[in-house]
């Protein structure tokens, strides 16, 4: 398996526009997590999903911020409009309820000028 | 609720010297826990996980960890440090009724000097 992947991998944009941040889960997994990691804050968790429906987003930092899972096998983080503050490196992860292992993707850096 | 604490936002060694990363947890039930190691621009990579069998877990490039319930303790070590070994270490806990879900701790940057 190629493991999880997310494009782009680096992002750069000015203030005020739409980022939109992919991710490819590992096949058959049925969670799927995005996180947030900042040197200030450290890694933090977004929101996840279970067979592709939120279960939690109250990671979610405001309106600003919104994903879906259309499918199993894809994913999407927006941020519109985008901040400078929003600048940091965006993980995917996905697991399977019957290994517990998260699985990360290579991340994906976004500047925000 | 769970939560991870690892002492040390930085810890430095020689080449050769022993390697011991802190971790404390809470947790309401019986964790599941799991060191994650982080390289410079990569994703996060499995090390090693407990999940209530053996208390002294293995796991990849001579890392283990014992897991301590008295202690809540799930500290990392490796008997000899190598200069490949540089990278940031996260500590991670998951209780039982968590989903799937990982509270991880704030990382320790492992340096390893030569």
């Known amino acids: 398996d190629a493991g999880v992947i997310q494009s782009p991998r680096h992002e750069v944009t000015e203030m005020g526009q739409e980022v939109t941040l992919r991710c490819k889960p590992i096949s058959g997994h049925d969670y799927l997590f995005w996180y947030r990691q900042t040197m200030m804050r450290g890694l933090e968790l977004l929101i996840y999903f279970n067979n592709n429906v939120p279960i939690d987003d109250s990671g979610m930092p405001e309106d600003r911020f919104s994903a879906k899972m259309p499918n199993a096998s894809f994913s999407t983080l927006k941020i519109q409009p985008s901040e400078p503050r929003d600048s940091a490196v965006y993980f995917c992860?996905?697991?399977?309820?019957?290994?517990?292992?998260?699985?990360f993707g290579a991340g994906t850096r976004l500047s925000v000028l | 609720a769970q939560s991870v604490t690892q002492l040390g936002s930085h810890v430095s060694v020689s080449e050769g010297a022993l390697v011991l990363l802190r971790c404390n947890y809470s947790?309401?039930?019986?964790?599941?826990l799991f060191w994650y190691v982080q390289y410079p621009n990569q994703g996060l990579q499995l090390l090693l996980k407990?999940?209530?069998?053996?208390?002294l877990v293995k796991g990849i490039n001579g890392f283990e960890a014992e897991f301590k319930k008295s202690e809540t303790s799930f500290h990392l070590t490796k008997p000899s440090a190598h200069m490949s070994d540089a990278a940031e270490y996260f500590c991670a806990v998951r209780g039982n009724n968590a989903g799937n879900m990982l509270t991880f701790g704030g990382g320790t940057r492992l340096m390893v000097k030569p």
């Open positions: 992860a996905s697991s399977s309820s019957a290994k517990n292992i998260q699985y």
């Open positions: 407990y999940t209530s069998a053996a208390t």
């Open positions: 947790s309401s039930v019986p964790p599941y």
